[in-house]
């Protein structure tokens, strides 16, 4: 594949206990407009609802190269330095990242542009709910000769949105080295992430069972468990005030 398409990171930080609201404010009001002014596009911050201490972010870049001048141009700019002394003593963990690719690896990527478009994570309205699925697999999701990526567009991804649950990301993993090594990412997963949104949790809750219990489910379960290694990884998120649109 040409390195001409967008690449996105998933990152989940542990945050010192306590300490995520303190630290949400602080990416919020320092690093959110200032990464996007180098040329990043930050598409969401994120509270976990089942884990008090983390925090979950999603950044994207044009491609690779980007990703590449971009990172350095933040990291080793004023902001970065400015901040970073107040930042780092509120981490515990901040190498739980993944690096991610649209299925198809062409623009428009991955639905979750449309997703901010239609205002998903306008500062002021209802926060709303996020709700990211990570399977794991047995096999590469993107791999032509499985081809999971496009049994979940063409056979999952219709049922799930019957059930009143638009799917707004799907992605799977960027194969390209790391090219900004200070940073670690996770190498070599069998992953696919996939988004979804509700009004809140009580909401999600009843439009997945719903989901779940559909006989259109039933029809696909089979394939969907046994291309799995184990359970998903499901994060409940809670959009931070900074997850606008640009």
């Not at 303190?22 to 919020?28: A, G, T, V």
């Not at 107040?86 to 991955?110: F, Q």
């Not at 799930?160 to 990412?185: K, Q, T, Y």
């Amino acid at each position: 594949m040409a390195d001409d398409h967008p690449v996105y990171e998933l990152r989940q930080y542990k945050i010192v206990k306590g300490e995520r609201d303190r630290f949400m404010r602080l990416f919020d009001a320092a690093f959110v407009d200032s990464q996007e002014a180098v040329g990043m596009r930050l598409y969401g911050q994120f509270a976990d609802l089942d884990d008090p201490d983390r925090f979950v972010w999603i950044r994207g870049f044009d491609d690779m190269a980007g990703r590449e001048r971009t990172l350095n141009e933040f990291y080793f700019g004023p902001v970065w330095q400015a901040h970073r002394d107040e930042a780092n003593p509120l981490l515990v963990d901040n190498d739980n990242v993944l690096l991610l690719r649209s299925p198809s690896g062409r623009t428009p990527p991955a639905r979750i542009d449309a997703a901010r478009a239609s205002g998903l994570f306008d500062r002021g309205a209802a926060p709303g709910l996020v709700v990211l699925h990570l399977c794991t697999l047995w096999k590469d999701p993107a791999d032509p000769e499985d081809g999971f990526a496009r049994f979940f567009e063409h056979k999952v991804a219709p049922v799930i949105e019957a059930a009143g649950l638009p799917v707004i990301g799907s992605f799977v993993p960027e194969r390209s080295p790391n090219n900004f090594p200070r940073l670690p990412v996770r190498e070599g997963e069998k992953v696919f992430v996939w988004m979804t949104r509700a009004a809140d949790a009580d909401d999600w809750a009843i439009r997945w069972s719903a989901c779940r219990h559909s006989p259109a489910w039933r029809a696909i379960e089979p394939r969907w468990r046994d291309a799995q290694e184990r359970s998903p990884q499901i994060l409940r998120l809670r959009p931070g005030v900074a997850s606008v649109p640009r």
